[in-house]
């Protein structure tokens, strides 16, 4: 039963607190991709699911002037890869960049930099998310965990009575067995007893 119950509170967590929501922030030293014999490199960034018409910030800093290719778009959850027309597509002339963008879909959402001169950055992502959105994979094996429980309780139960009832009816059996040899001993005595009561009897006729 423990068991059971502990997977359906997993099971309930996988699948209810993915929608909790709250300001988050994550930052990202970049390149993630290093260079390999050139000046450019593209890095690509996972923003979690964030719900539609929410503000998303982004944030890079101490990287050289104009070497920065910046693309936000939307994406699949646990994809990189872009889905429909991007949101931002910027250059920054400078050596900081800060901007926000709004989100169009409650959907996760990628950022690509491309990066020159073999130059770094400090990239901050800024919205209201699920610190949670991770449990989304455990769904199929929070699934099995509460099958695989439950047939368990249910095996467990099922014994545990059939092992009640067989423990009841062998001391039935035994009570049974019991009262049955006290009335054979007591019939075999009243045979045993009889005649000699009898012949008392017989001889008191007699006398």
């Known amino acids: 039963m423990i068991a059971f119950a502990l997977s359906l509170l997993f099971f309930f967590a996988v699948i209810g607190l993915p929608f909790f929501k709250a300001p988050q922030i ?22 979690p699911p964030v719900d539609a018409q929410k503000k998303i910030t982004i944030t890079i800093l101490y990287f050289s002037k104009a070497s920065l290719d ?22 920054p002339s400078g050596t900081s960049f800060s901007t926000e963008v709004e989100s169009t ?30 449990l989304r994979t455990f769904f199929a094996p929070a699934v099995a965990f509460v099958f695989a429980a439950g047939v368990a309780t249910y095996y467990f139960t ?8 067989f423990e009841k ?3 039935e059996a035994r009570g049974g067995l019991g009262s049955g040899k006290a009335a054979l001993l007591r019939d075999r005595r009243t045979l045993e007893v009889s005649p000699e009561h009898v012949g008392i009897c017989r001889g008191r006729d007699q006398c």
């Not at 994550?26 to 923003?47: A, C, D, H, M, R």
């Open 70 to 91: 910046i693309t936000v778009f939307a994406t699949g959850e646990g994809s990189i890869a872009p889905q429909g027309p991007p949101l931002l597509q910027e250059r």
């Open 26 to 47: 994550e930052s990202f030293w970049g390149p993630s991709v290093p260079y390999k014999g050139g000046n450019e490199t593209l890095s690509g960034y996972y923003i």
């Open 158 to 165: 099922i014994a545990a009575r059939r092992e009640e009832v």
């Open 105 to 134: 879909q409650s959907q996760a959402y990628g950022v690509y930099i491309v990066s020159y001169n073999r130059t770094e950055f400090l990239l901050t992502v800024a919205s209201e998310w699920s610190p949670f959105y991770g």
């Open 169 to 171: 009816a062998l001391t």
